[in-house]
């Protein structure tokens, strides 16, 4: 009995440290299409990856400083830049049930600098295009990455007053939503929001600009506007947290400067005070 229970033991123990030394699933490994990927937003031109690198030629002929650029392969993320966003007023580009990837590349050129770029990636075809590169600061510390919804979430160290250039120590959550073209982070406003078919509006505090409103909050937005306003159209009070880009080429939306994507409804109420409304509403239906 014992000598069977000391078998079956080992045998455990044995499965258990070849599961933990195995390789991982090849569906976990990183594509290839992504370690060779064609990157903009960085240099004036794009730049082709070599198994995760880039390296151009001297910036002097015979000179030993030139650009670099490398992939972090330990910090990728997948998942759908569409998710909790149906109605973002933009044609997708990937292909159903495929990965989205966010990554971070840094990038050096011969001096004390590391610049660090986050840079999103969709599949198209059988290959991942870039289609959206932003600079995160020179030398800070990304920790960890994932795509949330929708939502690309870091982790990061970054400089506080009295650190030095080499050594970030100030903690930081940052996220970015991918908007049209653009990688815009994610902060909040303040503001009045009008929600209709046909105006869909959000007028910042003390502002008198106006952007269109997308909904990325399950419904919880359009339902505290039609709680709240007197009548349709009618402006409302709103904290809202979300992120500013270029205004899809839709119908209604055109006259704005740009588009706000609201993914959190904080707060809401018929008015307040101390946010006054700058001017007249952009576009106001005529009612029947």
Same mark, same amino acid.
């Given at each position: 009995?014992?000598?069977?229970?000391?078998?079956?033991?080992?045998?455990?123990?044995?499965?258990?440290?070849?599961?933990?030394?195995?390789?991982? /699933?090849?569906?976990?490994?990183? /594509?290839?299409?992504?370690?060779?990927?064609?990157?903009? +937003?960085?240099?004036?031109? $794009?730049?082709?990856?070599?198994?995760?690198?880039?390296?151009?030629?001297?910036?002097?002929?015979?000179?030993?400083?030139? %650009?670099?650029?490398?992939?972090?392969?330990?910090?990728?993320?997948?998942?759908?830049?569409?998710?909790?966003?149906?109605?973002? @007023?933009?044609?997708?580009?990937? &292909?159903?049930? &495929?990965?989205?990837?966010?990554?971070?590349?840094?990038?050096?050129?011969? +001096?004390?600098?590391?610049?660090?770029?986050?840079?999103? #990636?969709?599949?198209? +075809?059988?290959?991942?295009?870039?289609?959206?590169?932003?600079? #995160? @600061?020179?030398?800070?510390?990304?920790?960890?990455?994932?795509?949330?919804?929708?939502?690309?979430?870091?982790?990061?160290?970054?400089?506080?007053?009295?650190? %030095?250039?080499?050594? $970030?120590?100030?903690?930081?959550?940052?996220?970015?939503?991918?908007? +049209?073209?653009?990688?815009?982070?994610?902060?909040?406003?303040?503001?009045?929001?009008?929600? @209709?078919?046909?105006?869909?509006?959000?007028?910042?505090?003390?502002?008198?600009?106006?952007?269109?409103?997308?909904?990325?909050?399950?419904?919880?937005?359009?339902?505290?506007?039609?709680?709240?306003?007197?009548?349709?159209?009618? $402006?409302?009070?709103?904290?809202?947290?979300? &992120?500013?880009? %270029?205004?899809?080429?839709?119908?209604?939306?055109? /006259?704005?400067?740009?588009?706000?994507?609201?993914?959190?409804?904080?707060?809401?109420?018929?008015?307040?005070?101390?946010?006054?409304?700058?001017? /007249?509403?952009?576009?106001?239906?005529?009612?029947?």
């Amino acid at each position: 009995m014992i000598r069977q229970f000391t078998t079956t033991l080992l045998a455990s123990l044995c499965a258990v440290l070849s599961a933990c030394s195995a390789k991982p /699933p090849a569906e976990s490994e990183l /594509p290839e299409a992504l370690l060779q990927a064609r990157i903009q +937003g960085i240099y004036d031109a $794009p730049i082709g990856l070599t198994d995760g690198h880039y390296e151009g030629p001297p910036f002097v002929a015979g000179g030993a400083s030139r %650009p670099r650029v490398t992939l972090l392969q330990s910090l990728v993320a997948r998942g759908d830049l569409d998710a909790g966003h149906p109605d973002s @007023g933009d044609v997708s580009i990937s &292909a159903a049930g &495929a990965d989205d990837h966010a990554v971070v590349l840094t990038e050096s050129s011969g +001096g004390s600098g590391s610049f660090i770029y986050l840079a999103l #990636l969709r599949p198209q +075809g059988t290959g991942l295009v870039n289609v959206a590169t932003t600079l #995160l @600061g020179d030398r800070v510390d990304v920790t960890s990455l994932t795509i949330v919804n929708g939502e690309i979430r870091a982790s990061m160290l970054v400089h506080g007053p009295d650190d %030095p250039v080499c050594c $970030p120590s100030q903690r930081s959550e940052k996220s970015w939503l991918l908007i +049209g073209d653009e990688i815009s982070e994610v902060t909040e406003f303040s503001g009045h929001l009008v929600y @209709g078919h046909e105006a869909r509006e959000f007028i910042p505090c003390s502002e008198a600009l106006a952007w269109w409103v997308v909904d990325g909050t399950g419904g919880d937005m359009p339902t505290a506007y039609r709680t709240l306003a007197l009548a349709p159209y009618t $402006p409302i009070y709103a904290e809202v947290r979300g &992120a500013t880009g %270029p205004t899809p080429n839709a119908e209604f939306a055109r /006259p704005y400067e740009r588009r706000l994507r609201i993914i959190e409804l904080m707060q809401a109420a018929r008015e307040n005070a101390s946010c006054p409304l700058q001017g /007249p509403l952009r576009h106001r239906p005529q009612q029947q």
